[in-house]
């Protein structure tokens, strides 16, 4: 009956958005009066899974699972909900939890409900608030079937500590050739960076900065606050930054706690992207720049000037702060 | 190769956000409704494939009549036909059952989804379809090359690109970079003409389960006025975030 999560791994520790599904996972079973369980890919050491709330892990050992394969992870995480009897199976929203998710939900015949925002509004009947409208409304969705499938929206919940310890049992899954009809030829990771997808703090610079040979200033304000860097549609349109740092509705979504705007005009389709994004600065020469009606904090001036002074006075806090 | 695009209709993306019958409906008043823009990068791989290759493209909705300009478009940037699928569409699990339908009657090698809508960002149509139809599936993809019965593609990840390579049948969950905006095509006169007389068949809809169902909408909490800092004191700024929002 336990609420199953999958619990993403990868070089040698849990993933952020793993703990966070296990904080929220608690919750949620607390309220259904049952435990967590968590199955794992080829996970070493499990125990931290235990500090946030996990009771049971079923850790899953197969060199064939070496590099993640939708199909056949998919096929884990049914096995896993099978065995459990789990009513309701948590994934994160990561790329690849989200190119799983769907198929788990056809292999348990549930319902399926992404980009879930807060714990349940009710279990009975079982009804979550999801983002939609690129995070311009929200819906409350009402799973029906008898197993439910649901993928929480990164930095929705947050990490909550709890005390106990989770056990781990081996748990082999039935795997098919079928399952690896799709094969992994090659990799590219932009290695040593934050990526926009797992960064709390993202620095993002538009138009505003003129060109690509003033991105110095954007990379040593992220290098400080360990953030990704980003961009507007045009400054990737142009060719200044790469097109895998474009925000928006067209390019990605950021849920940072911290986002950072310089010199980007806050167009609609800018802002789909980063509605889910906590806190909002914008600094932008123009007063009128539509990005202040949705920024926490402002400073109406000029990024040459802002945000060099912003970063030496940054460092001199971390570095007392530390 | 049958080729078939799977399009939704979505209002366009400046649209303004409202809803009505007591929050339980979105509400289309004054809304222009616009192909999905992820379905629509797919749409125009699915043109080069036809006119660099030989492909036969198909579009479908599953949708009620209203949806028919969408398709229409659909027609005019280039497919040989369209299917609409006569059901308002309720959740994903019922679309993809009604799309696994049309799939199997046209028994079509490649399937091109957008990875999700940008109405319900539900991201649920793809996988499920591929999983009801047992087809080879690649989600988020940016990238797609076919030969014969082999397929090249790449697709993103967290931080970077995978390349894989697998067989048709495929069902693909595509976005920007499938093809990039620049080739993007808007339908000419020509193209609109032609659309006209192109078939737009009619299907009933197969018995299908919703296994969700939206019950109401929210809008966000109005938010507070930015605090506005002078550039001469960005200490305040830096205390602030420290000490009231908490982000460093
Ligand atoms: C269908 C569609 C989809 C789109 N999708 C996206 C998307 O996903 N993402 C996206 O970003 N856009 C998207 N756009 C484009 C969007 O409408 C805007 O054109 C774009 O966001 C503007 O980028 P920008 O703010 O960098 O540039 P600009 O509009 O040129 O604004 C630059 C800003 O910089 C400020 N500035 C200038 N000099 C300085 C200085 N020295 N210091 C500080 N500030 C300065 C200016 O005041 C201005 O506000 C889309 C458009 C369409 C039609």
Known sequence: MSVLIYAEFAEGKFKKVALELASYAKKVAETLGT????????????????????????????????????????????????KEGSKVVILSSTTDSLYLAPIVAVGLDAGYASNVVALPVSTNPFQVKRNAFSSKGFNITELTSDVKVIALAKNSFGLAEATGAASAEDFAVSLNDTDFNVHIQSQ?????????????????????????????????LANVLGAAT??????????????????????????????????????IQHIAGINASKVKVVINTDPEAPFFKVADYGIVGDAFQVVPELTKKLKEFKANNN | MKILVCISHVPDTTAKINFTNGDTEFDTNGVQFVINPNDEFGLTRAIWFKEKQGAHVTVVNVGGADTEATIRKALAIGADEAIRVNTVPTDGFAVAKQLAEVVKAGKYDVV??????????????????ASMLSYNFVNSCVGVEIEGSNATL?????????????????????????????DLRIPNMRGIMTARTKALNVLDPVAADAKTKAVKFEKPAPKSAVKLISPDNLDELISLLHNEAKVI
């Open chain 2, 112 to 129: 091109i989804c957008g990875k999700e809508s940008l109405d319900y960002n539900g991201g649920m149509v793809p996988g499920m379809l």
């Open chain 1, 188 to 220: 590219e990771k932009a290695s040593g960076k934050v990526s926009i997808a797992d960064a709390e703090v993202v620095v993002s610079g538009g138009r505003g900065l003129k060109g690509p040979e003033n991105w110095g200033m954007i990379e040593e």
């Open chain 1, 230 to 267: 980003a961009c507007s549609k045009p400054v990737s349109d142009l060719d200044w930054r790469p097109h895998s740092e474009h925000v928006g509705q067209t390019g990605k979504p950021v849920a940072s706690n911290l986002y950072i705007a310089v010199g980007i005009s806050g167009a």
């Open chain 2, 154 to 182: 790449v697709r993103e990840i967290d931080g970077g690109k995978e390349t894989l390579t697998t067989n048709l049948p495929l069902v693909i969950g595509g976005q920007k970079g499938i093809v990039e905006e620049k």
């Open chain 1, 35 to 82: 435990n967590v369980t968590a199955v794992t890919v080829n996970a070493t050491d499990v125990s931290e899974l235990g500090k946030y709330g996990v009771d049971k892990v079923l850790k899953v050992t197969n060199a064939k699972l070496d590099k993640f394969n939708a199909k056949a992870y998919a096929d884990v995480v049914k096995q896993a909900a099978q």
